[in-house]
């Protein structure tokens, strides 16, 4: 038999980071282990579906830079959002750059992801650098940054020796890095010490397959099984008839596949 996993509460007991512990304590109030990737492109339009299924996430993971307008009104209603239903926001802005650019990167420009969202995440090709630099503008405003250890998509290269190098940077920086993306943790992450971290896992959706650009499909119960802790969906959600009704779906399914796991 499988060895039983830590609860969710436990893993929250065991974070070393403000926003980890939020997380946490989010999916266990509200029995959720998903995140809504909202990507329409109408800014009006992603307020209406985060309102609707603000009630059933943990997490709103967010594509700023796809929206058609931005200003500081729609980052004041996101938050207003994530207060009103309890969820954190996760801008998945993928930075890969060098330290001292993702610092700019990361609290200017346009969009000034620090102010407005708890989580962003990270590619590793530059090296630790590029975690300093957004350590540099997110660990005092009580932020957290996941590494990106594996891709949903079909050829990804993010696999064996670099998906174990984001666990020794993870490792290397447990006020800060709250974990990883990760596809099947099960398969590399015994080598990870930290019970804390946590393990988001996009290319899920109840009927399997892929969307014809190399997305790659798999339903809750598996992804659980393989050790993911929180679902990413996008496509099953935003596009479903009655994104509600969808949301509350994926949110059953995905806490059942985590009660059967304990
Ligand atoms: N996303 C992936 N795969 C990845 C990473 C991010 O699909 O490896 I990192 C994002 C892209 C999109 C969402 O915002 O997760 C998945 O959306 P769909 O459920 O619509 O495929």
Redesign the pocket.
Known sequence: AKPKRLSYEERGALAKNEALKRLYQTMVEKKSNLSV?A?VTSATELLQIVDKVGPHICCL?T?VDILDTWNDEIAASLVDLAQKHNFVIFE?R?FADIGNTVVSQYSSGVYKISEWSDIV?AHIVPGPGIVDGLKQVGLGKKKGLLL?A????AG?M?KGSYTEETVKIAEENPDFVIGF?S?NPNSWAKKCKDGSLVHMT????LQRGG?GLG?Q?NDPKSAISRGSDIL????????AEDPKLAAQEYQKAGWEAYLSEL
């Open positions: 990737a990507d993971k594509h998945d993928k995440n990106l594996e891709m949903s998509s990804t993010a993306i596809v996009p290319g899920i959706k969307d997305q499909y990413i969906v996008g496509r099953g959600v935003y596009r």
